[in-house]
């Protein structure tokens, strides 16, 4: 049974790309020989270390054993028992399948490709495992740890030996296959023998060299180092060489500063890998998972991870993963091309592999990691921890079949640890460098995904994810009360129409699987996608081209109280077909929530497109609303769509699955020139609610929407809130390039919060007209050129797409 123990015993994420920083081994090397003449010290740093005593690799081995098996959990009780009595099963199953020929070891798994080599050495680890975990009905079975060494010593004389020269996919001979032999030889230490183990070290040494640890670039960044490194620091302890060890832990140094470029973790809290594609769900889960069982193998040995620059890995369980974490689930806006797996055709259980499980993933590696944090982060770790547990009531967390013991062992600790439960959090995130946005208000969350040259619109790969052109072109997730908390998780990307995908403005223009290329090469050439945020509220927009498409348009989302304020204009195509905003494509689950439109009920007339001209509101029962001020021809679909997994994965299964759906979108008619849109996103209104909010023409006027400027104002929260895509002026605001602006006007001040989305590093120079009596305090970069009857900012936005402030107190 896989679990995050154990590499996924399915085609990973693989073939990192791009550049990132250049930081050569000699570098970094001296680095870490550096802090450590200097007495940097880590979070286990207190426990006396005797340099010139031999290691205690015994007791290091017996770390990484309690990493994989557990700890602390009863045997006998659930859900536990079953889970051993299941693992058991499983390995005698595998047992029983094991037929070593020429060209494999288990029927259906040939060593050509090499995933089928991978896949091999993770059922040897699941016998393993079973062999040394109690209560599995085959603890201690001396025929089963045979079998597994006989496995071991048949792979590595018919194709994991430094005879070998790679094929394929490197990722499953540096990680998938390494991770899983070391596993199994240190769950069989006492049974391998030492010719089988120096046998699979060997091995490992031909197909990751040390030379992998030279530069900082290419297949060795971000999650892969942390990967590489995790390989090496076992190599060593199995090996007894502590030179592998210490490059293992040296070797790490690179990965935790902030990047400005290619992979790694920003300042902001985004999380990219492959260069260009946003990845905190799936690698950066990878890398906090990775780092949190290194830190606990080695915190208080001589190979302790001192690098002060720990610290940032840390600060980003708050900073960079936790926002991205909704009631247990983790957004699939950055989870690449995951987001196509679903139930995977080697995976004898067939789980579901969703948001939820995702997060769940993150959750447990956040509890592993808070073994090695100082108590303070421990406390607020366990607390969130705890609070996703609570609340993801789509999936439960503490039964995720997904986890082995160890894994659940450590989430059962935490959820009964005395302390407090955090509550669901409410503010804004922006992450300008992965171009993402997320907005959290009480009972609701929406998530945006855009593009840019910075960011790709999607990525595919290994056969995955091949239809996911459309993901970054503003589509907008949302979550409104309980029951929508499963709405991407149930089965949506085997179902959803691709061509329909929330909030997203597309040309209809069919597309061929991966269009534009694979591995995050498909980018817009198009530089604005980000926004401006008090960490409250937020204006957020994007200069939108089409993949593969002359289409192009501006699009802003203000995100204020109890709404997302939706604006779209410019819309431009010439490419001989209808292009099309689609308000929503809710996945409706089991039920049939009643639609309202104008305040009339809409039955359900499955496989018809109804359209309703000059519509002002609708409402879905246990969703939420839609208000359109302006009034819109909505065009309404309910439909069932059936696909399967395998339609989107190669590697997934091909039985077929149906779900009911609602589709709203309104058609620009055929190569429109500079159509607009505008409405009003309601997550957990009640109808009465959004009815009223249609009739109410004063709650917000729209100040611009055009392709040069779109602007809000919503007079009962003091907002103005603007998206400038080229200089001008906007009522009394005025700007002298692109920028993103946010005025919140109080009794006693008015803030203004200034952004450059298109991250060109050039000042913005910023007018208000109206009379200021004093500045009250401004951020690094903004400069005031004058407060009087008229105010006049230069603010340098630099880069990064940060946002700067300055409050005055107006006249």
Same mark, same amino acid.
């Given at each position: ?5 154990r590499?996924?015993? =399915? ?9 990132g920083?250049? *930081? $050569? #081994?000699? @570098? ?13 010290v880590g ?12 290691p205690?690799?015994a007791?290091?081995?017996? @770390?990484?054993?309690r ?8 045997a ?13 099963d499983?390995?005698?199953?595998l047992?029983?399948?094991m ?14 490709p090499p $995933?089928?080599?991978t896949?091999?050495?993770v ?8 062999? @040394? ?5 085959v ?15 048949h792979?590595?004389?018919?194709v994991?030996h ?24 240190? +769950? ?21 060299p ?6 900082y ?7 892969? #180092? ?8 076992l190599r060593?302890?199995l ?12 070797s790490l $140094? ?11 973790l920003y ?19 990878v890398l906090l ?21 720990? %610290? ?18 983790m957004?699939?806006?950055?989870s690449? #091309? ?13 789980? +579901? ?15 592993l990691?808070g073994g ?5 982060? @421990? ?9 996703w ?6 999936l439960?967390v503490?039964?995720?079949? %997904?986890?082995?013991?160890?894994? +659940? ?13 955090a509550?669901?959090p ?10 993402r946005?997320?907005?959290?208000r ?10 840019s ?13 091949? #239809?996911? =052109?459309?993901?970054?072109? &503003?589509?907008l997730?949302?979550?409104g009360p ?16 691709w061509y ?5 403005t597309?040309?209809?223009?069919r +597309?061929p699987d991966?269009?534009?290329?694979? *591995?995050?090469?498909?980018?817009p ?7 401006a ?5 937020a ?5 939108l081209?089409?993949l ?7 699009? $802003? ?9 939706c604006l779209?204009?410019?819309i ?11 308000y ?14 104008d305040?009339a ?5 499955p &496989?018809?497109?109804r ?5 002002? *509101?609708?409402h879905?029962? !246990?969703h ?14 309910h439909?069932e769509?059936?696909?399967a ?9 091909t039985d077929?699955?149906t779900?009911?759906y609602?589709?709203? *979108?309104t ?6 020139? &500079? ?5 009003l ?9 959004v ?5 109410d ?11 040069? %400027?779109q602007?809000?104002t919503?007079?009962g ?8 895509h ?24 008015t803030?203004?919060?200034?952004a ?24 690094e !970069? ?10 006049r900012?230069r603010?340098?936005? &630099? ?5 700067l402030?300055c409050?005055v107190?107006a006249r």
């Amino acid at each position: 049974m896989p679990h995050a123990s154990r590499p996924s015993p =399915w085609p990973s994420w693989s073939r990192p790309l791009g550049p990132g920083g250049r *930081w $050569s #081994r000699r @570098r970094f090397l001296g680095a870490s020989a550096a802090a450590l003449a200097a007495g940097a010290v880590g979070p286990g740093a207190s426990q006396a270390r005797a340099h010139a005593a031999a290691p205690d690799w015994a007791g290091l081995r017996e @770390r990484w054993l309690r990493l994989l098996l557990g700890t602390g959990f009863d045997a006998g009780a659930e859900p536990y028992a079953s889970r051993l009595a299941r693992l058991g099963d499983r390995a005698r199953q595998l047992r029983a399948a094991m037929d070593p020929r020429d060209g494999s070891l288990f029927p259906g798994h040939p060593f050509d490709p090499p $995933s089928g080599i991978t896949q091999s050495y993770v059922r040897l680890a699941v016998m393993a495992e079973a062999y @040394r975990q109690p209560g599995t009905g085959v603890t201690g079975d001396k025929g089963l740890a045979e079998a597994a060494v006989t496995g071991l010593a048949h792979l590595h004389t018919r194709v994991y030996h430094p005879g070998t020269e790679r094929y394929g996919n490197w990722w499953e001979w540096q990680i998938g296959s390494p991770l899983a032999l070391l596993d199994t030889l240190t +769950l069989l230490h006492g049974e391998t023998g030492t010719a089988v183990r120096e046998d699979g070290l060997r091995a490992i040494d031909h197909f990751l060299p040390e030379s992998v640890f030279d530069e900082y670039t290419g297949t060795s960044t971000g999650a892969n #180092r942390v990967d590489f490194c995790r390989v090496y620091a076992l190599r060593g302890i199995l090996g007894e060489a502590p030179a592998k060890t210490a490059l293992a832990a040296a070797s790490l $140094s690179p990965v935790f500063p902030y990047v400005t470029e290619g992979d790694g973790l920003y300042r902001d809290g985004s999380f990219i890998q492959h260069t260009w594609v946003p990845y905190s769900g799936t690698y950066g889960y990878v890398l906090l998972d990775g780092l949190g069982r290194l830190f606990t193998l080695l915190d208080g040995t001589e190979w302790e991870i001192t690098d002060p620059n720990r %610290q940032v890995v840390h600060d980003s369980v708050e900073r960079a993963y936790a926002p991205l974490v909704h009631d247990g689930l983790m957004m699939d806006s950055v989870s690449g #091309r995951a987001i196509s797996r679903g139930v995977l055709r080697q995976d004898p259980e067939g789980i +579901l592999l969703s948001d939820h499980t995702r997060g769940h993933q993150l959750a447990a590696a956040v509890a592993l990691l808070g073994g090695a944090a100082a108590p303070a982060e @421990r406390r607020r770790w366990n607390a969130l921890v705890r609070g996703w547990i609570a609340r993801d009531t789509a999936l439960p967390v503490l039964t995720d079949r %997904q986890f082995g013991v160890a894994d +659940l062992a450590r989430l059962h600790a935490v959820a009964e640890e005395d302390g407090e439960t955090a509550p669901g959090p409410v503010g804004h995130r922006l992450f300008p460098a992965m171009a993402r946005a997320v907005h959290r208000r009480p009972g609701w969350c929406a998530n945006i995904a855009m593009a840019s040259d910075r960011v790709a619109y999607y990525e595919a790969g290994n056969g995955e994810n091949p #239809r996911g =052109w459309h993901t970054g072109a &503003g589509m907008l997730y949302w979550w409104g009360p309980e029951g929508t908390l499963d709405t991407y998780g149930d089965h949506f990307w085997p179902t959803v129409d691709w061509y329909r995908l929330p909030g997203t403005t597309v040309s209809t223009k069919r +597309l061929p699987d991966n269009a534009g290329g694979e *591995w995050g090469e498909p980018k817009p050439a198009e530089r604005w996608a980000g926004g401006a945020t008090d960490g409250e509220f937020a204006a957020v927009g994007q200069h939108l081209a089409g993949l593969e498409s002359t289409l192009t348009a501006v699009k $802003s989302w203000f995100c204020v109280d109890d709404a997302v304020v939706c604006l779209g204009a410019g819309i431009t195509a010439r490419d001989g077909v209808p292009v099309e905003t689609v308000y929503d494509n809710r996945n409706l689950g089991a039920a049939a929530p009643e639609l309202t439109v104008d305040g009339a009920r809409r039955p359900a007339a499955p &496989g018809v497109t109804r359209t309703r001209a000059g519509a002002r *509101w609708a409402h879905l029962a !246990g969703h939420g609303g839609w208000v359109w001020p302006d009034g819109t021809g909505l065009r309404v679909r309910h439909e069932e769509r059936t696909g399967a997994w395998s339609d989107i994965n190669e590697g997934s299964t091909t039985d077929r699955v149906t779900r009911r759906y609602l589709t709203l *979108w309104t058609d620009h008619g055929t190569d429109p020139r &500079g159509a607009a849109y505008s409405y009003l996103l309601m997550p957990g209104a009640s109808a009465r609610e959004v009815a009223v909010r249609a009739a109410d023409r004063r709650w917000m006027t729209v100040d611009a929407n055009t392709a040069r %400027q779109q602007a809000v104002t919503v007079p009962g929260l003091g907002l103005t809130a603007a998206n400038f895509h080229a200089p001008g002026t906007v009522g009394d605001l005025t700007v002298d390039r692109p920028a993103s602006v946010l005025v919140r006007a109080e009794p006693s001040r008015t803030t203004f919060c200034v952004a450059g989305p298109a991250r060109t590093g050039e000042p913005v120079e910023l007018v208000w007209d109206r009379p200021v009596a004093a500045v009250l305090e401004v951020d690094e !970069g903004v400069e005031v050129l004058a407060a009087g009857p008229r105010l006049r900012l230069r603010v340098s936005t &630099g880069t990064a797409g940060a946002t700067l402030t300055c409050t005055v107190l107006a006249r």
